[in-house]
């Protein structure tokens, strides 16, 4: 629907916003931080721990790849942390 059209635009904006909000104070999120978080990922574990396989699988099941994903996981902790700032 139009509403949900509108929706999607407004998150994608804020997302933009955040993202250049980050850059604009120098925020910036390690390499160690984005495979740190994926790792504690529940979806990726297998027997209580990070499983590669798993992860690799749930990507190429995703059509997504490893860059991508990480690169979108670094966004999101990028996102969270000027989000922190405000409060």
Same mark, same amino acid.
């Given at each position: 629907s139009s509403?949900?059209?509108?929706n999607l635009s407004i998150g994608l904006i804020?997302? !933009? #916003?955040? #993202?250049a /909000?980050?850059? %604009?104070?120098g925020i910036e999120v390690g390499? /160690?931080?984005? %495979? %740190?978080? @994926?790792r504690? @990922?529940?979806?990726? !574990?297998g027997?209580?721990?990070f499983d590669k396989d798993i992860y690799l699988r749930l990507l190429q099941f995703n059509r997504t790849t490893p860059a991508e994903f990480e690169a979108a996981q %670094? /966004?999101? #902790?990028l996102i969270a942390l000027v989000e922190d700032s405000r409060s």
């Open positions: 509403d949900d059209a509108a804020a997302r !933009q #916003l955040k #993202l /909000e980050a850059h %604009r104070l390499d /160690e931080q984005v %495979r %740190r978080s @994926i504690e @990922i529940p979806a990726f !574990q027997g209580g721990a %670094r /966004e999101d #902790l």
